[in-house]
């Protein structure tokens, strides 16, 4: 498996990565109406499905690791989710369509498990690798964090975390120095989640000594 990748490759790799994190930062800007609210939402995270078909298409290469773990966590994340939009009820296991439907497409692309078999064997080869899985789900994570928090706060932290995320996932595909990488990579994921962490709190305790 590649250890680093070329600057412009892992430039591209992080395009979807950086539209899911943009996208899901301005979904509710005050000045959006719900539905294209909800579009914007959709569209961050068609971003990573797309970058989870990619990944299959190229036997899971390292920068598409983020997206099986966004994929598999949003899913059983949504099943206790209800959309206005769609269903008044919780979503249930309708909340596995998306990753279904991307799977199937995959497959009809590249009808072999090959892939699947690349995944583990990256992961024996070196386990670390399951952190950057998990990286993917990171995001929204932080959005969840942020869940009670007014939108003049939310907004520009997660834009924060845009950046950071971003930078923390291409410096780990790029660096040739394995501990580089790591230190990068997990302080990002550090940096992102203390500070929405430490923001939702400090602002929730203001408000209820207020």
């Not at 990565?17 to 509710?28: N, Q, V």
């Not at 899985?133 to 942020?146: A, D, E, Q, R, S």
């Not at 990002?188 to 207020?210: D, G, M, Q, T």
Request: charged share 10%.
């Amino acid at each position: 498996m590649e250890t680093h990748f070329p600057k412009k490759t892992a430039f591209y790799a992080c395009i979807p990565f950086f539209l899911h994190c943009f996208l899901l930062s301005t979904a509710d800007l005050s000045f959006l109406n719900g539905h294209t609210g909800f579009l914007l939402t959709c569209a961050s995270f068609a971003a990573m499905f797309a970058l989870f078909a990619i990944g299959w298409v190229k036997d899971f290469p390292r920068w598409s690791l983020p997206a099986i773990g966004f994929c598999l966590l949003f899913s059983i994340y949504a099943m206790n989710v209800s959309v206005p939009f769609i269903t008044k009820n919780l979503l249930g296991f309708w909340a596995w369509l998306p990753f279904l439907t991307t799977l199937i497409i995959s497959i009809a692309i590249k009808p072999s498990f090959t892939p699947v078999k690349q995944l583990f064997n990256h992961i024996k080869t070196y386990p670390k690798l399951i952190l950057l899985i998990f990286f993917g789900f990171v995001p929204m994570f932080c959005m969840m964090v942020l869940d009670e928090v007014s939108l003049s706060w939310v907004i520009p932290v997660m834009l924060f975390n845009t950046i950071v995320l971003t930078l923390g996932l291409f410096v780990f595909l790029t660096h040739p120095k394995r501990e580089t990488r790591n230190l990068v990579f997990i302080g990002s994921c550090l940096i992102a989640v203390l500070v929405s962490s430490l923001i939702a709190v400090f602002l929730l305790e203001y408000s209820i000594n207020i």
